[in-house]
């Protein structure tokens, strides 16, 4: 091999192969030389490769698993293709899908989840699921024992480890009553103390599944192992805590919401992975269940330079077709999107710098609207009001090209890498957390909160108060509130308008001693509740408009703590995509933590710019994507102003990665260059002594 794995392998592929074996058809065709080649001949420099998919039936030469019907007698893909993979300069990895198992779940019926009423969930679905706290959990050990200590690989991927349901199977049931003496609750109540057991128990029982089949492996061969983390942003009920990752020696997961969204989980996978470069997957098409529709290399391309800006690994999935074979035209396609991505690999690496970090808490990923809802009874949709927060907050840092980046409930010890940190909405602090929230402040941090930040619900207080400057007292109105300024600054950033709407109740505080006060809360002229046809109770027919004049109580305050300060919103704002809320935001942002910031870029709201410092090299890599969401994108410029350190003396800017030189300026301790328009991905070399 002429790279390093994983350290130098930027470019990674993965083919799902979710192939059934009841019909001759199927792989019947399967040539590891062609298939191995088809990657190879792309770029490619790993591939990851299925031993068991969620089909559960055996891809490798086994003695414990199912073998696949249509793997002949004397064949083992797995083992051919590994062997290819070395033949061809491609560093092989094993897939193993863990809890997805229809083999499993048809021929071992007691292994299955089942839902609250008792009955199993996946009866009428394609996907056979079973639960790691039965028998099923030593048949896992004893396959990936097999694969380990047989083949040649340099690493390990375990795929949907995740409870795909809250499971009462009489495994988990039976190991709640011993561990708690109670039954597992069927009614989902986050001030229920048995709840929370419940949810903390399902974490720790996963997080140990996890640990144990990563143990399984190193005690075999040291390579490196990982587990599926896309369910970073889902809700509570997968019970994937962030402790997981230690279970891995990198992070990765796989995401289909487009790139301002693969941007996200990129600064947090950032913060949370042990070893660099962690790994972002996507799919060369849409969505999963499409096999055929090749997305348009345009959109494609930006979806893998978000890798790129981001000094990651990508993990490019395909899918394999029935006979086994691969359209060979698709990796002629990818093979060009390659070749633009390898030219910038000598570049990557280095430490993201950012002034601004947005807390994400995956603890707080759940709904107290549910509070007392059955769990049959869940609607469908996932909502989380944090989350929604903490997007809203990433897309109006980015679209104000404010570099940042995440500290979640795992890595606080990150926070003093930053300048200032957002809590938006955030749902559970703790009090040790709050502690280290409170000395970020006094020792000269900017703190902005929104909503529930820090509340204690059940015991009615914020546990930030005296930093916020806010004691709680309740919660005003119901489906909508409007928060008025009475601060001419704040005035001016939600001008034209007079107030500024938010869809839901506000908190209610009553503002401390030496804070300021900038905004109040408004309510609707009459509770959108009341409304009737019979005596026309409402405001007005169609909408809510607010009260003729604020109420007494502060929707915007703004304190000093220690040599800090701090601004708290009586509403998650940042939760909208509207520009005048990213306003007001900005606004208060700028008063607590004000420019200049690391780096400044004077551009289009759609462009996402970067920043890594190489100390080792002397330089600082500045990266620039184009997030048009209609495509082909249409070229746009860029002014860039990069802050100096104390004696840092600019040698050259250069363009990479041609490297050729930029007319640059050195302003106020500052180097500026302006790029010329770009359509998709720019990145640039400041190089000094």
Same mark, same amino acid.
């Given at each position: 091999?002429?790279?390093?794995?994983?350290?130098?392998?930027?470019?990674?592929?993965?083919?799902?192969?979710?192939?059934?074996?009841?019909?001759?058809?199927?792989?019947?065709?399967?040539?590891?030389? /062609?298939?191995?080649?088809?990657?190879?001949?792309?770029?490619?420099?790993?591939?990851?490769?299925?031993?068991?998919?969620?089909?559960?039936?055996?891809?490798?030469?086994?003695?414990?698993?199912?073998?696949?019907?249509?793997?002949?007698?004397?064949?083992?893909?797995?083992?051919?293709?590994?062997?290819?993979?070395?033949?061809?300069?491609?560093?092989? #990895?094993?897939?193993?899908?863990?809890?997805?198992?229809?083999?499993?779940?048809?021929?071992?019926?007691?292994?299955?989840? !089942?839902?609250?009423?008792?009955?199993?969930?996946?009866?009428?679905?394609?996907?056979?699921?079973?639960?790691?706290?039965?028998?099923?959990?030593?048949?896992?050990?004893?396959?990936?024992?097999?694969?380990?200590?047989?083949?040649?690989?340099?690493?390990?991927?375990?795929?949907?480890?995740?409870?795909?349901?809250?499971?009462?199977?009489?495994?988990?049931?039976?190991?709640?009553?011993?561990?708690?003496?109670?039954?597992?609750?069927?009614? /989902?109540?986050?001030?229920?103390?048995?709840?929370?057991?419940?949810?903390?128990?399902?974490?720790?029982?996963?997080?140990?599944?996890?640990?144990?089949?990563?143990?399984?492996?190193?005690?075999?061969?040291?390579?490196?192992?990982?587990?599926?983390?896309?369910?970073?942003?889902?809700?509570?009920?997968?019970?994937?805590? %962030?402790?997981?990752?230690?279970?891995?020696?990198?992070?990765?997961?796989?995401?289909?919401?487009?790139?301002?969204?693969?941007?996200?989980?990129?600064? /947090?996978?950032?913060?949370?992975?042990?070893?660099?470069?962690?790994?972002?997957?996507?799919?060369?098409?849409?969505?999963?269940?499409?096999?055929?529709?090749? +997305?348009?290399?345009?959109?494609?391309?930006?979806?893998?330079?978000?890798? @790129? %800006?981001?000094?990651?690994?990508?993990?490019?999935?395909?899918?394999?077709?029935?006979?086994?074979?691969?359209?060979?035209?698709?990796?002629?396609?990818?093979?060009?999107?390659?070749?633009?991505?390898? !030219?910038?690999?000598?570049?990557?690496?280095?430490?993201?710098?950012?002034?601004?970090?947005?807390?994400?808490?995956?603890? &707080?990923?759940?709904?107290?609207?549910?509070?007392?809802?059955?769990?049959?009874? #869940?609607?469908?949709?996932?909502?989380?009001?944090?989350?929604?927060?903490?997007?809203?907050?990433?897309?109006?840092?980015?679209? !104000?090209?404010?570099?940042?980046?995440?500290?979640?409930?795992?890595?606080?010890?990150?926070?003093?890498?930053?300048?200032?940190?957002? #809590?938006?909405?955030?749902?559970?602090?703790?009090?040790?957390?709050?502690?280290?929230?409170?000395?970020?402040?006094?020792?000269?941090?900017?703190?902005?909160?929104?909503?529930?930040?820090?509340?204690?619900?059940?015991?009615?207080?914020?546990?930030?108060?005296? /930093?916020?400057?806010?004691?709680?007292?309740?919660?005003?109105?119901?489906?909508?509130?409007?928060? @008025?300024?009475?601060?001419?600054?704040? +005035?001016?950033?939600?001008?034209?308008?007079?107030?500024? &709407?938010?869809?839901?109740?506000?908190?209610?505080?009553?503002?401390?001693?030496?804070? +300021?006060?900038?905004?109040?809360?408004?309510?609707?002229?009459?509770?959108?509740?009341?409304?009737?046809?019979?005596?026309?109770?409402?405001?007005?027919?169609?909408?809510?408009?607010? !009260? #003729?004049?604020?109420?007494?109580?502060?929707?915007?305050?703004?304190?000093?703590?220690?040599?800090?300060?701090?601004?708290?919103?009586?509403?998650?704002?940042?939760? @909208?995509?509207?520009?005048?809320?990213?306003?007001?935001?900005?606004?208060?942002?700028?008063?607590?933590?004000?420019?200049?910031?690391?780096?400044?870029?004077?551009?289009?709201?759609?462009?996402?710019?970067?920043?890594?410092?190489?100390?080792?090299?002397?330089?600082?890599?500045?990266?620039?994507?184009?997030?048009?969401?209609?495509?082909?994108?249409?070229?746009?410029?860029?002014?860039?102003?990069?802050?100096?350190?104390?004696?840092?003396?600019?040698?050259?800017?250069?363009?990479?990665?041609?490297?050729?030189? %930029?007319?640059?300026?050195?302003?106020?301790? &500052?180097?500026?260059?302006?790029?010329?328009?770009?359509?998709?991905?720019?990145?640039?070399?400041?190089?000094?002594?």
């Amino acid at each position: 091999m002429t790279t390093e794995w994983p350290a130098q392998v930027y470019r990674r592929y993965s083919v799902d192969i979710h192939i059934p074996d009841w019909d001759p058809a199927l792989l019947s065709h399967f040539d590891a030389a /062609v298939y191995v080649g088809n990657i190879a001949r792309s770029g490619a420099l790993s591939l990851l490769q299925y031993t068991s998919s969620h089909v559960g039936l055996s891809l490798w030469d086994t003695r414990i698993g199912h073998r696949h019907a249509n793997m002949p007698p004397g064949r083992d893909f797995f083992g051919e293709v590994v062997a290819e993979c070395r033949k061809q300069g491609v560093h092989p #990895l094993a897939y193993f899908s863990l809890i997805f198992d229809n083999w499993s779940y048809e021929h071992h019926p007691d292994w299955r989840i !089942a839902r609250a009423d008792g009955y199993d969930s996946h009866t009428n679905s394609r996907y056979g699921v079973c639960c790691p706290n039965s028998p099923y959990r030593d048949y896992v050990l004893a396959c990936v024992r097999e694969i380990t200590a047989r083949y040649d690989i340099d690493g390990a991927f375990f795929d949907m480890t995740f409870w795909p349901d809250v499971c009462y199977c009489p495994h988990c049931t039976a190991r709640f009553m011993a561990e708690y003496g109670a039954e597992p609750p069927r009614i /989902v109540n986050w001030d229920d103390p048995t709840w929370r057991a419940w949810q903390a128990a399902r974490q720790r029982w996963l997080h140990a599944f996890a640990s144990e089949v990563t143990a399984t492996v190193k005690a075999i061969k040291p390579i490196t192992v990982n587990h599926q983390f896309s369910t970073i942003f889902h809700n509570w009920t997968m019970g994937v805590p %962030l402790e997981m990752t230690d279970a891995c020696n990198y992070v990765g997961g796989d995401f289909y919401g487009g790139p301002a969204q693969h941007s996200l989980a990129c600064k /947090v996978y950032d913060g949370i992975t042990q070893s660099h470069p962690f790994e972002f997957h996507t799919s060369r098409t849409r969505v999963y269940s499409d096999h055929v529709t090749v +997305k348009p290399l345009e959109e494609i391309r930006t979806e893998a330079f978000v890798a @790129t %800006l981001h000094h990651a690994a990508l993990m490019l999935v395909d899918y394999i077709n029935v006979d086994g074979t691969l359209n060979h035209e698709v990796y002629t396609f990818l093979g060009e999107l390659n070749r633009q991505r390898t !030219a910038y690999e000598p570049f990557l690496g280095g430490d993201l710098q950012a002034d601004v970090a947005i807390y994400f808490d995956k603890e &707080s990923m759940y709904n107290p609207d549910e509070n007392g809802v059955h769990l049959l009874k #869940l609607n469908a949709v996932d909502r989380c009001p944090h989350r929604e927060a903490v997007v809203g907050m990433a897309r109006l840092l980015q679209q !104000a090209h404010i570099p940042f980046g995440v500290v979640t409930n795992i890595n606080l010890d990150q926070l003093n890498r930053y300048r200032a940190v957002m #809590l938006p909405n955030v749902l559970e602090i703790t009090p040790a957390q709050a502690a280290i929230f409170r000395e970020f402040v006094r020792n000269g941090g900017a703190l902005y909160a929104s909503g529930a930040s820090s509340l204690q619900r059940t015991e009615g207080r914020y546990l930030l108060e005296d /930093v916020l400057g806010v004691r709680y007292s309740g919660r005003l109105g119901t489906q909508i509130s409007y928060l @008025t300024p009475s601060d001419a600054d704040a +005035k001016t950033a939600i001008w034209p308008q007079d107030h500024l &709407s938010f869809g839901g109740a506000m908190v209610q505080v009553e503002a401390l001693a030496g804070s +300021k006060t900038l905004a109040q809360v408004t309510l609707p002229f009459i509770a959108p509740e009341i409304g009737t046809t019979i005596g026309n109770r409402f405001g007005a027919i169609h909408s809510n408009p607010p !009260a #003729l004049a604020p109420t007494a109580h502060p929707a915007i305050v703004t304190n000093t703590f220690g040599q800090g300060r701090a601004a708290w919103v009586a509403a998650p704002v940042e939760s @909208t995509n509207e520009q005048v809320n990213h306003r007001l935001v900005l606004k208060l942002l700028g008063d607590i933590c004000p420019a200049p910031y690391c780096l400044k870029v004077e551009a289009h709201p759609a462009i996402e710019a970067t920043l890594f410092r190489q100390p080792e090299q002397r330089r600082a890599i500045i990266s620039l994507l184009n997030l048009q969401q209609q495509l082909p994108q249409v070229p746009v410029g860029a002014t860039v102003t990069l802050p100096l350190r104390d004696n840092e003396r600019v040698t050259r800017v250069i363009s990479l990665p041609d490297q050729t030189a %930029l007319p640059h300026t050195i302003v106020n301790q &500052s180097v500026q260059f302006t790029l010329a328009p770009f359509d998709t991905f720019a990145m640039v070399a400041v190089e000094s002594e």
